[in-house]
């Protein structure tokens, strides 16, 4: 199984010359996102009250679903197929196959919820399909069309461990929900008297709440970011995310569990606790899904102008960057005023990074990283 999953490695991170159009490495990657967001979803359906988030109990009631994961599923066959007759390589195609066919078996389109204990905890396999190829499909070309480093693959060096982030954040969103969550409950449940504040807030025009949203968040997460460059046992948490030493959108996923629970509670404390619009609220963790992302992309362009009022890919590429003249530099993640205003803006002219990590060795793999912190403190 190990020797297997090795060469689907080596077929996937393939050079450029050998997965070209006619070679049938893309039809073998489109088979092999297609079957697995098929399977995901078929499972989702199959056990609804462990695979699927009440928030998006929309999406399953709406009746272009099964068709929607049919075509999938067909579509995964016949790419799978055109892979297995085009590449001499047949990892990607035959794995392709072999997950469609699982989620064949498992009742494809058609199957049915199967009774399970509900014991109100879900993990959110949906949310991770549907993440997986709203970003995927966006970024991903856009990363080959407009690339800062075109020699970067789409499947570079250390992508399983960012992807594993990313699933694992999905997964496990109803508790870090829960625990992000709590210390807004908790002063929301204190302050009740507040209540006339809140109606005031809630009752401004919508665009003006996000905007207010954008602003107060930033803040926030300025000063918690530049904490966790500040103490060291918290960069111990930091420099998990920071170890990646190429930037593309998955890369923003690496983030320590404990991390991400903290940045969580910490911005959600103006949303929840200052009575913004439900709606304005759902908009912006929409919002800060795709702009993360974007920063962390491989994207050319200098976008000067632009970069003078909100975060660009260059500026957040510059704070990842291995440079002793960027360390702590640009926290902000929407405004770059903030940095300007505290003495933490770097963004030359013209210049991008010359590369990416951090100068410590962080260790490879998912579990490495969790215990990485506080192996480092002890050390």
């Not at 080959?144 to 999905?170: G, K, N, T, V």
């Amino acid at each position: 199984m190990a020797n297997w999953f090795e060469q689907l490695e080596r077929d996937l991170s393939s050079p450029l010359a050998v997965r070209r159009f006619g070679t049938g490495w893309f039809s073998g990657f489109f088979a092999l996102l297609l079957a697995v967001s098929g399977l995901g979803m078929v499972i989702a359906l199959r056990w609804p009250n462990w695979f699927t988030m009440p928030e998006l109990a929309p999406l399953y009631q709406w009746s272009g679903l099964r068709p929607l994961v049919h075509l999938a599923l067909l579509a995964a066959y016949a790419l799978a197929l055109l892979s297995l007759l085009l590449r001499p390589r047949k990892a990607i195609g035959t794995t392709a196959l072999i997950i469609a066919l699982l989620a064949t078996l498992l009742g494809g389109a058609a199957v049915q919820p199967r009774e399970t204990y509900d014991w109100g905890v879900f993990f959110g396999l949906d949310f991770f399909v549907v993440n997986m190829i709203a970003s995927g499909l966006m970024f991903a070309p856009i990363e080959r069309l407009f690339p800062r480093r075109a020699d970067q693959r789409l499947f570079r060096q250390e992508w399983r461990e960012d992807l594993f982030y990313y699933l694992l954040s999905s997964m496990l969103v109803q508790l870090i929900t829960f625990l992000a969550l709590a210390p807004s409950g908790f002063i929301n449940g204190a302050t009740g008297n507040f209540a006339a504040f809140r109606s005031a807030i809630a009752s401004q025009p919508w665009i003006l709440q996000f905007l207010e949203v954008v602003v107060l968040t930033d803040l926030v997460q300025y000063w918690f970011h530049r904490a966790f460059h500040r103490v060291p046992f918290l960069w111990g948490f930091h420099a998990v995310h920071h170890s990646a030493k190429s930037m593309d959108w998955l890369a923003g996923a690496r983030m320590h569990f404990f991390e991400i629970i903290a940045l969580r509670g910490v911005t959600s404390l103006p949303l929840l606790t200052f009575g913004f619009a439900p709606s304005v609220m759902q908009a912006y963790i929409a919002f800060v899904y795709i702009y993360s992302s974007l920063l962390h992309a491989n994207l050319g362009g200098d976008l000067n102008i632009l970069g003078r009022v909100v975060a660009t890919p260059r500026f957040h590429h510059w704070h990842h960057a291995i440079e002793d003249v960027a360390v702590d530099k640009n926290f902000a993640i929407h405004l770059p005023i903030l940095d300007r205003l505290f003495g933490t803006h770097h963004l030359p002219d013209g210049q991008w990074p010359t590369g990416y990590g951090v100068p410590e060795a962080v260790p490879r793999g998912y579990w490495a990283q969790f215990a990485y912190p506080f192996q480092r403190r002890r050390a």
